[in-house]
Each structure stands twice: as structure tokens, then as C-alpha cells.
Nanobody, 125 residues
Framework: VQLEESGGGLVQAGGSLKLTCAASGRPYSNLNMAWFRQVPGKEREFVAAISWSGGVTAYGDPVKDRLTVSRDTDGNTMWLQMNDLKPEDTAVYFC???????????????????WGQGTRVTVSL
């Protein structure tokens, strides 16, 4: 499975961005998917996750109510709609995936086996 993120960039505080994660290499509609973010010197932080069916989602506390994760019906693309962005949202955002072994959505980087290279999001004042 190969994952590729896109959609990052520079945005002013209060603005919006929509990140995309495109999957290739196998039909991945049966994979749980997630977004993480990381800033230099800190651990990778859970942002959001979505089940293979798209019916279950989970969000990290710093971003809930401002971000929405979704995926298309054929399972090849996942999105992260980010609204009301804040400077503290500045980070590299990573897409991740895993074959679902347990019913719950993982919130740790260790819960995921496949990773993209990341896309940078910068939020200015």
C-alpha cells in the first residue's frame, strides 16, 4: 500500500484547508485510515481516524469540532477538511492505514502499518 498526501500549504489563521490522501497498490477499502501530525521535536500526534466502512470516526481533542475526516465509497481517497485553523495547527500532516484487527480506531502511531510522506501545513497569524 502506498499513501500520498496533498493539499497542504500556507493559510492565515481562521482559514481552511482540505488535505487529501490517495492510496494505491491494492484495493484499500478494507483499511482503517487516519491522520496524524508532527512538529519538530515532538511525537506524532493523533488528529483523526475513519473506519474502513466510513461509518465510524474519531478525533483528537485539539482538533475536534474544527476538522472532518471522510473517505470516498470505493476507498481510494480520504480527506481531512480543516476549518478555523490556528497557528498551533502548523505541522506536517501524515496519512496512515492499517488492516483492521480490532473494532476500535487506533489513536497511536503504533496502531498503523502504512504511512505517507506527509504534507506541510503552515498557519500564520
Amino acid at each position: 500500500v502506498q499513501l500520498e498526501e496533498s493539499g497542504g500549504g500556507l493559510v492565515q489563521a481562521g482559514g481552511s484547508l482540505k488535505l487529501t490522501c490517495a492510496a494505491s497498490g491494492r484495493p484499500y477499502s478494507n483499511l482503517n485510515m487516519a491522520w496524524f501530525r508532527q512538529v519538530p521535536g515532538k511525537e506524532r500526534e493523533f488528529v483523526a481516524a475513519i473506519s474502513w466502512s466510513g461509518g465510524v470516526t474519531a478525533y483528537g481533542d485539539p482538533v475536534k469540532d474544527r476538522l472532518t475526516v471522510s473517505r470516498d465509497t470505493d476507498g481510494n481517497t480520504m480527506w481531512l477538511q480543516m476549518n478555523d485553523l490556528k497557528p498551533e495547527d502548523t505541522a506536517v500532516y501524515f496519512c496512515a492505514a492499517v488492516d483492521p484487527i480490532v473494532a476500535t480506531l487506533g489513536r497511536s502511531p503504533h496502531d498503523y502499518d502504512y504511512w505517507g510522506q506527509g504534507t506541510r501545513v503552515t498557519v500564520s497569524l
